[in-house]
Each structure stands twice: as C-alpha cells, then as structure tokens.
C-alpha cells in the first residue's frame, strides 16, 4: 500500500489507503484493488468507474465516492499518469489486475 499512497498523496494532497477505506466503509485492500481499478481504467474508452466495477464487483456508487475523495477525475488522470510511469512496476502490476478481475477483452 505504500507506493499507492505515494502516489495518491501527490495527486490528492492528504489521502492515504487506510483513511479511504474507513471514509467508504471498505477494507484497505478493496479500495487498493479500486483505485488501483480506476487508475488503470481511466486511460480506456468508456466510462471509468463502470470499467472499474466490472473488473472489482465493488458498487459503481462506491467507487464514484472513492473518485470523489481522492479529487475526482482530474486526479484521477494524474494518477493514472502516475501508475503508467511505473513501467515494471505497479505498471506491470495493472496488466495482471486485467486478468486478475476477468477485464473485459
């Protein structure tokens, strides 16, 4: 969870895992699994936090909070800028979640 709060912290100022979980009610790794979900859903056609709600199972109104919370979608664009500079690392790591969540092909 670090790095994700890493990079959540330079697009959403004082937002970390732990306390968006407990704003939305999920566990820390649900909202993991979300964010890191929308981050790499928001580069894709169609509508993100729906893509993210295929892939995760989570509530659409849920994730649309956790997108609320962390700055809405223009935070999001930056941190799905983030997640992509993070080539063989968490960028590595978005191309097993398509597979992990059965992502639509």
């Known amino acids: 969870m670090g790095l994700l709060d890493g990079l ?10 732990q306390n968006l979980a407990a704003k939305v009610g999920l566990t820390p790794e649900q909202v993991e699994q979300a964010v890191t979900a929308l981050g790499a859903a928001h580069p894709q ?33 930056r941190f799905a800028s983030l997640l992509g500079e993070q080539q063989g690392g968490l960028g590595g790591m978005l191309g097993g979640l398509g597979s992990m969540f059965g992502s639509k092909a």
């Open 8 to 17: 959540l912290g330079q697009v959403a100022g004082n937002v970390d895992i």
């Open 45 to 77: 056609p169609g509508d993100t936090v729906q893509t993210a709600a295929e892939q995760t199972g989570l509530p659409q109104g849920t994730l649309q909070e956790i997108v609320g919370h962390i700055g809405g979608e223009g935070a999001l664009g």
